[in-house]
């Protein structure tokens, strides 16, 4: 009778059957972890009632997702610095937006204009005033800011005539004309 050393015993392979059960519980312990981590309200119905396939499913359009926003603050951001995206680490936080930014969000009954221009404006922050007023906006709080050499002017309205509203994208059509 042979005997094998423990030595012997340790330096073989595990055979492919050991091998590819390893692998499945490891995938089956990485898809509870990325499971786990995604917020329980995102999954409709509930996760637990759903197949692990359509768990991941929702698991990756959930960060997709949060990828977007993600990259949509951080535009956000670069316009509020007055910064374009560089490949060099120093940027210039004294640099001016080229060209204004203007962003005009319904959001129901309320309406936020956000604009953006450099330090020689040919606008008063009264004109983009008046533009939103004469489109059926009621004003409730405008105030503007510099940094560096923008101009930051926020807009906070709401619809005076409920009935009749107010339309967003002629505001931004003629804030257009009036920045450009």
Do not use: W
Not at 61 to 89: C, D, F, H, M, W
Not at 144 to 161: E, L, M, P, R, Y
Not at 167 to 174: E, N, T, V
């Amino acid at each position: 009778m042979e005997t094998t050393s423990p030595s012997k015993v340790s330096s073989e392979k595990p055979d492919r059957k050991t091998v590819e059960r390893n692998r499945r519980i490891h995938m089956k312990y990485l898809c509870s972890e990325l499971i786990f981590r995604i917020p329980p309200q995102h999954f409709k119905p509930s996760k637990h009632m759903l197949p692990q396939q359509d768990q991941l499913d929702q698991a990756t359009t959930y960060i997709k997702k949060v990828r977007e926003k993600v990259e949509t603050l951080k535009r956000k951001i670069q316009i509020a610095r007055g910064t374009r995206e560089s490949n060099s680490p120093k940027t210039s936080m004294s640099t001016s937006i080229k060209s204004p930014v203007i962003e005009v969000k319904e959001l129901g009954p309320s309406l936020e204009v956000i604009l953006i221009s450099g330090l020689t404006k040919n606008f008063t922050l009264y004109e983009v005033i008046s533009i939103a007023e004469e489109e059926g906006a009621e004003v409730v709080s405008a105030n503007f800011s510099t940094f560096g050499n923008n101009v930051f002017h926020t807009i906070h309205a709401q619809v005076k005539v409920t009935r009749l509203g107010m339309d967003a994208s002629r505001i931004y059509g003629r804030l257009q004309k009036l920045v450009g």
